[in-house]
């Protein structure tokens, strides 16, 4: 009998001593699943978080505007044959310019001074003479709108016979944002450039090689569209354009300008929207001699300060140009009675 009590305490210690261990176990195993888990909640955040820093500099690649001078060749060239072939590049001109002409002669209507000069030019000048044109900007719609217009339908659908339709310059946020709308572009003669890039882009060493070779050049000297309707102030890429060209031995361009009115209404700055019933006038100058001032580009080449002042002097006699079609362009509005609606 007196065993029995020592026999209880050592059962029930080692009933203690079983349930330590177990209690010790159980919190040892929670505590491992605890850091396992806290392990596991870690690496995942840090594989999400990889992976949305990886997303955003691919959305941020995606967003961004390619660079253009990361498509310029070794010789600082764009490329400027068709993506989609010769029939691609005819099929994009040929129906941009039937939906302008729709826009511009159905929708509203469209006149036209002096177009006879312009389409001479286009034409009839022996190349490899080179032209450039020149207008005001006022809308988005300016080019391939207005162009269109001044240009027979029968010149779009035989480009691939004479390669004459215009060539143009567009910022590269519309046109180059990504790879279709490039291509795209690029079958509608447009080269990308960048707003703010400077006047030492591939861009414009590609335009000058164009206009050497007889191509025609539209450039607007404003650089962006006007808000107001007003003649801003002039950018001095055509002017070096003009000496590059001069300086390399290029014969100097016919230079044609005009000034249009009605565009603002047609399609307003910002809005998808098309006007109807507005009505659209083209005032064609006559070419602008720039014998005197070009002869100097040489010279002032070496001259920061000389070759500053001759691009103001030359862009200056576009500005005047302009200027003096503007107030014509009012005149025979206003002489047919037709205002800016």
Known sequence: MRGAPHRRAATRNSRFATLNRTTASVKYRVARGITDRERSLCALKESKGSRGASSARVMASDDSAPSTSARAN??????????????????????????????????????????????????????????????????????????????????????????????????????????????????????????????????????????????????????????????????????????????????????VPFWHSGMAVVKPYGEYSIGVGKRVHVTVGEPIDFSDLVKKCGRCEKSVKARDALYGQIMDRVEGRLRDLKAKNARERESTGAAVN
């Not at 006047?199 to 450039?219: F, I, M, N, S, Y």
């Not at 808000?227 to 001095?236: A, K, Q």
Request: neutral net charge.
């Open 74 to 255: 070794e010789g600082g060239m764009l490329p400027t044959d068709a993506p989609w072939g010769t029939l691609g590049r005819q099929a994009v001109l040929s129906t941009v310019a039937l939906v302008s002409k729709f826009l511009l002669d159905v929708v509203n209507s469209t006149t036209t001074t002096n177009g006879e000069t312009l389409r001479d030019a286009i034409t009839s000048r022996e190349r490899p003479q080179g032209l450039i044109t020149l207008s005001n900007h006022a809308s988005t719609f300016d080019d391939p709108g207005v162009l269109s217009e001044l240009i027979p339908m029968k010149y779009f659908l035989t480009e691939p016979w004479h390669g004459g339709v215009r060539w143009t310059l567009c910022t590269d946020e519309i046109c180059a944002k990504n790879k279709l709308r490039e291509d795209f572009f690029l079958c509608g003669k447009a080269l990308a450039i960048k707003r703010g890039g400077g006047l030492d882009q591939p861009v414009l060493h590609t335009a000058v090689e164009l206009v050497k070779r007889g191509d025609w050049l539209h450039l607007f000297p404003e650089g962006r569209v006007s808000r107001d309707g007003e003649l801003s102030r002039m950018r001095r890429g055509f002017a070096k354009l003009l000496c590059d060209i001069e300086n390399s031995g290029g014969q100097t361009p016919l230079v």
